[in-house]
């Protein structure tokens, strides 16, 4: 079959659905068979939209070098040759080789890494092939293709609608209009403007209600979306705020560094050393000093993190999130299914006059009522049962061995319950197939279906008692149905609040029959009593919260639940106090409402209940106006504008719908609390990385400038040549800096306080830190070279290059073990911490120590580096040096005079 003409259908909005179908060769029964996907996806390739050109490895090989630091040191080679000294001019391209190759594969790696990423948060698409319905990566989505969306769902191509129930969408993120669009399957004009073309869906817009179906037109960059990328394709991908941060900071640095080339190259001239010797030197500690290999180094420490994240269940979607995540301060979050296990059960069922715990039992077909039996049969109890079968979107099967459930945890609870009575679920969906339905949603907190029964109708409504009963009239009693009075409502509602106070949450169940087909159905319900059920809480989050207090996280509870259910788990979790006040949706007012006592109470409130998507927006303005970080959770289409205004917006990967998944910072796989926290530690540990590495490099390459200028300005007898400057910095540099970059959280990381948003990563504090260690590494090493000098060969005269060989060496391993300098906690035993812990560190100070002795066992290497043989005398002189200057650097941070 060829493909279908595709190019032409402009104007698919102004062809009639059955034309749709035949000009795109495709059933809307059956979609489109597997083979002839695939071979649609080989002709028009994958439905992406390519977000920038992804940058080849050859290019990233050859931006390597093109840099100021590579112009530099062909300056110096070409010096070099000049003055013939071949060896030191190809030993600098070899330098620029070397350097190229390392800054290549920590490139490649970091965009491996961030595509890695992308593929952890593609959202699935479910379409028609072979005749069912099938879950596919939308990437994989082709012209022809059958979509089916539902409420919450992304639209991934640009598709006609052929079928539409109740189908609204959210279209804002073409249009910028915010108000849904109903949808529908009649032709248009072919001059109707993107906005008005209602029998349309576009990639990257979310359906907010109902469902439907339509076949993809466009897909990738031909669609609407990918006219508009293709636009702005051209703008670069945004640094995050800390990358920026380093990317200014490493500018500083080459004008600090700069003055001090200065003061070392007149301070060489007038000590009567050769400009071509200086010139060489200054380019050296020019490329030395200058960390331009930073901001790589800690994209890939984000890149990283991000990935290990990705092990535990958290997908970070922006690397931003992983610097916010260390500063978070307050969590908000929902309750069920995050704090509790989702896993609800029926427990408690109360009718007119008779309440009793319950006990389903699946296996059994049985359930048990535990203190009383007199409800079973009433006329009440079978209506409940209706209702519970009826008013429910869920799906529940149970074959004797194995159980198959979707759909709503509660609804499925209700299922199990049904199940195990004498009539099952589908028994009753048989008999009163569905004709409407008002769904559920959190802001009404109520779902009612009209059906069909004979010639008559039903409606069966369920939901929070309270809302519930504002639309009851009627309450069934026995056999009769009696006018449900002031007093009679009080009593239900007192019954319900007494049971939800011992943690069961309470539905009520209604019922109405009627002769007409009703339009608007919710009203003169009969009340046939409650339902309670339970949701034990996860085991593993009172210690997830405990954590949280000591790391100066306030967690705070936000649920549509009822207050007195909420107040007992929070107790159980220890969130909350027994004189803990909780406060009521009722009692909130939009943030612009509220008094200076209002927001000092909500700020000291544990527990939010009965909330509704709106007030997740004013607690988060609250907290953010008080400059607190926040991260709140989120699953319903409702709450992408909260997850948005938060700095961490969670989405949940189970219950999360995938709108509240795509707008997210963050989203949990395992909808877990303890994943928050684990990723807050995560965050926290990478920012401490990322300052490890750079406190480190810039410390070791002061250090060098310390030196070189003291033997400049000083007119000693020794120096250090620029060749042996670049080799320490590539051997020293690249490995430890690395390793530093994967280091596990230090042990008292979650008894720290939070980072403020404002925190540099390097302070005043830090940069006297740095000073202090380069200098002890500058003195102990130049003190090294007069040691040996006053003790071994004084006799000898002053051997330049015995001296140059020692100050090498010393500054080598002095640098090497610095990285054990790297721990910034306090009153932690040095084997203990977490450097010192971790492996890669050992490898990369191995790989240094064998790298180093290269140079003085591989003769060409030696002879390029000017390195002499000399005896065990001058070694016990260098080792005792590098190990003095990390004692004193121990004993300064020891002694608290620096961090
Ligand atoms: P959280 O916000 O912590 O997830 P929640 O799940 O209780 O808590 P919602 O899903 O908004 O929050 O539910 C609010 C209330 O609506 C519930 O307490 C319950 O009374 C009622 N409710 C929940 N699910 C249904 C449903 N499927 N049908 C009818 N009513 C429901």
Redesign the pocket.
């Known amino acids: 079959m060829n493909l279908p003409d595709i190019d032409n259908i402009k104007t698919p909005w102004a062809i009639d659905d059955k034309s749709i179908l035949s000009q795109l060769h495709a059933d809307s029964e059956s979609g489109l068979s597997s083979t002839e996907a695939a071979r649609r996806l080989s002709f028009v390739g994958y439905n992406k939209i390519e977000s920038s050109k992804r940058v080849s490895p050859f290019r990233i090989l050859i931006n390597q070098f093109i840099s100021p630091f590579v112009l530099l040191l062909t300056v110096a080679a070409g010096l070099s040759f000049f003055f013939e000294e071949w060896l030191d001019g190809f030993a600098i391209i070899a330098v620029i080789v070397i350097n190229a190759i390392i800054g290549f594969f920590m490139e490649f790696q970091a965009e491996r890494s961030m595509e890695a990423l992308k593929k952890l948060t593609s959202v699935p698409a479910r379409v028609v092939r072979d005749s069912k319905i099938i879950e596919i990566p939308s990437e994989e989505v082709v012209p022809g293709d059958i979509l089916f969306v539902e409420g919450g769902d992304m639209i991934t191509a640009d598709a006609r609608v052929i079928q539409a129930s109740q189908f609204q969408t959210d279209e804002s993120a073409l249009t910028g209009e915010s108000l849904p669009v109903e949808k529908n399957t009649k032709a248009l004009q072919q001059d109707v403007s993107l906005a008005e073309r209602h029998n349309m869906l576009y990639k990257g817009t979310f359906v907010t209600k109902g469902n439907g179906r339509a076949i993809v037109v466009h897909t990738g960059m031909t669609t609407e979306l990918g006219a508009v990328a293709r636009l702005v394709q051209q703008a670069s991908q945004a640094a995050t705020p800390l990358e920026k941060k380093i990317q200014q900071f490493s500018k500083k640095l080459i004008w600090i560094t700069v003055g001090l080339l200065i003061i070392i190259f007149i301070a060489g001239i007038l000590n009567g050393q050769k400009i071509v010797q200086m010139l060489e030197t200054s380019i050296a500690l020019a490329v030395a000093a200058i960390p331009e290999g930073l901001p790589i180094v800690a994209t890939l420490a984000l890149a990283f993190g991000m990935l290990r994240m990705a092990k535990y269940n958290v997908i970070v979607k922006k690397l931003s999130a992983v610097e916010t995540l260390g500063g978070t301060n307050v969590i908000v979050t929902?309750?069920?299914?995050t704090l509790t296990q989702n896993k609800i059960e029926a427990a408690y069922m109360q009718v007119y006059n008779a309440a009793s715990r319950i006990n389903v039992d699946v296996s059994k077909a049985s359930i048990r009522f535990i203190d009383n039996n007199t409800l079973i049969d009433t006329p009440a109890h079978i209506e409940l049962h209706r209702i519970a079968a009826l008013c429910n979107t869920a799906a529940y099967h149970y074959d004797g061995q194995s159980e198959k459930e979707s759909g709503?945890p509660?609804?499925v609870g209700l299922l199990k319950m049904v199940f195990s009575s004498a009539i099952k679920p589908e028994d009753h969906q048989k008999q009163f197939p569905k004709v409407d339905e008002i769904p559920?949603s959190?802001d009404t907190?109520?779902?009612a279906t009209l059906h069909k029964n004979n010639q008559d109708y039903y409606i069966a409504a369920?939901?929070?008692v309270e809302e519930l009963l504002t639309f009851c009239s009627s309450v069934m009693e026995g056999n009769e149905i009696v006018a449900l009075t002031d007093d009679k409502r009080k009593q239900w509602l007192i019954n319900a609040e007494k049971q939800a106070q011992s943690g069961l949450?309470i539905?009520a169940f209604a019922f109405r029959l009627t002769k007409e087909k009703e339009k608007d159905f919710l009203h003169h319900l009969t009340l046939a009593g409650l339902i309670g059920f339970i949701d034990p809480p996860r085991p593993e989050v009172p210690a997830a919260i405990e954590e949280c207090k000591s790391a100066g996280i306030k967690v705070v509870m936000?649920?549509?639940?009822?207050p007195a259910t909420a107040k007992n788990i929070a107790i159980q979790l220890g969130l909350a106090k027994e004189e803990d006040e909780v406060m009521h949706g009722n009692a909130m007012k939009p943030y612009d409402q509220l008094t200076d006592a209002d927001k000092e109470k909500w700020l000291h409130t544990p527990v939010f209940a009965r909330v509704s998507p709106e007030h997740k927006l004013s607690l988060i303005t609250l907290f953010q106006e008080k400059k607190m970080i926040v991260g709140m959770t989120g699953d319903g289409v409702n709450d992408a504008p909260a997850l948005k205004k938060a700095d961490i917006g969670i989405a949940m990967g189970q219950r999360g719908t995938q709108v509240a998944q795509e707008v997210a910072d963050m989203v949990l796989k395992d909808d877990a609390f303890s994943s928050i926290v684990l990723a807050i530690k995560q965050g926290r540990m990478i920012f401490d990385n990322i300052r490890k590495f750079v406190i480190f490099l810039l410390s070791c390459n002061l250090s060098e400038l310390l030196i070189v200028a003291t033997a400049s300005v000083l007119n000693l007898h020794f120096q250090l040549f620029p060749l042996q400057i670049l080799f320490i910095n590539l051997v020293t540099d690249v490995l430890p800096a690395l390793a530093l970059g994967v280091t596990e959280a230090a042990p008292h990381i979650m008894q720290r306080k939070p980072y403020s948003s404002e925190t540099s990563i390097i302070n005043k504090k830090r940069w006297s830190a740095i000073f202090v260690y380069s200098s002890i590494i500058a003195v102990t090493n130049i003190g090294a070279v007069f040691v040996s000098h006053e003790l071994l060969h004084d006799m000898e005269g002053w051997n330049k290059e015995l001296c140059n060989n020692i100050l090498f060496y010393s500054l080598i391993f002095s640098q090497i073990l610095h990285v054990f300098n790297m721990s910034f906690e306090k009153g932690v035993a040095f084997h203990k911490t977490e450097v010192f812990r971790n492996k890669y560190v050992w490898f990369a100070v191995v790989g240094c120590i064998i790298l180093s002795m290269i140079s003085y066992w591989i003769i060409p290497v030696r002879n390029v580096l000017d390195v002499t043989i000399y005896g065990w005398r001058d070694w016990i002189i260098v080792i005792a040096a590098s190990f003095l200057s990390l004692f004193l650097i121990q004993l300064v941070k020891r002694m608290r005079w620096v961090i």
Do not use: V
Request: no cysteine.
């Open positions: 929902d309750k069920t299914g709503d509660l609804e559920f959190s907190k109520i779902m369920k939901g929070a949450r539905l936000i649920t549509g639940d009822h």
